[in-house]
């Protein structure tokens, strides 16, 4: 079965810096890459996803970039603020609908004011 | 309803016994999940229905958990003789298979279960 890595596991930034989370997943088949984050205490909600037909995809302050050759792929979040401080998590799945997603273990970001 | 709803939010249970947790999914979401999420981890899968049958099950630890979608929207998941690692969040997604939000998790405020 798929298994998805995320590093780092903890992330602290200035506030105003940028910061990158990466993932790596291991099912080749894989074609949906979303990235979910879960404030403390509240449910996980989606920020951005990709699709495997496309390298990169931007909103606003979020990036996520996408190399499927080597099986990775990353987040990254530009001008953070500390409302950004959160549990960000990577999955993985074979197709967008109707099939299980694979999430990694999470990085805790904490934005420094 | 406006989002999913878990019932209940939180369960202490004694080591053995029998818990129930409900899910009531978005109107019209015909994908519906079961996760596990211990602390510090990232949510764990455990079972996917497509209406009212298991489409994947592969996550269910052992034949203690169990779970029925049995009108194809509220889903029950059932665990027999709790243990203590049984412990954690249990949280419930649904999702659209069709349309603009396509395979977009809308999760649960999860049912915290403790097992003592």
């Known amino acids: 079965g798929e298994n998805v890595e995320q590093h780092p596991s903890t992330l602290s930034v200035q506030e105003g810096d940028s910061a990158v989370i990466k993932c790596t997943y291991s099912?080749?088949?894989?074609?949906?890459f979303p990235w979910y984050k879960q404030e403390l205490g509240k449910r996980p909600q989606l920020i951005i996803d990709?699709?495997?037909?496309?390298g990169e995809k931007k909103d606003q302050r979020i990036a996520v970039t996408l190399n499927k050759t080597a099986k990775h792929f990353s987040l990254h979040i530009t001008e953070t603020q500390p409302e950004d401080s959160a549990v960000y998590f990577c999955a993985a799945s074979r197709k967008a609908a109707g099939n299980k997603l694979t999430f990694g273990g999470g990085t805790r970001v904490l934005v420094k004011p | 309803g406006a989002g999913v709803s878990q019932t209940p939010s939180n369960k202490v249970t004694e080591k053995g016994k029998y818990v129930e947790l409900r899910c009531d999914p978005i109107s019209g979401h015909t994908a519906l999940y079961w996760y596990r999420q211990s602390l510090g981890q990232g949510p764990e899968f455990l079972i996917y229905?497509?209406?009212?049958?298991?489409?994947?099950d592969s996550g269910l630890p052992n034949d203690r958990f169990f779970a029925v979608r049995p009108e194809g929207s509220v889903s029950t998941l059932k665990i027999q003789r709790t243990e203590r690692g049984d412990s954690a969040v249990y949280l419930c997604?649904?999702?659209?298979?069709?349309?603009?939000?396509?395979?977009?998790?809308?999760f649960g405020e999860g049912s915290r279960l403790t097992v003592l």
């Open positions: 997604a649904s999702s659209s298979t069709s349309g603009k939000n396509t395979g977009e998790l809308f």
């Open positions: 229905f497509q209406g009212t049958g298991a489409a994947d």
């Open positions: 099912d080749s088949a894989s074609n949906y």
């Open positions: 990709i699709r495997s037909n496309v």
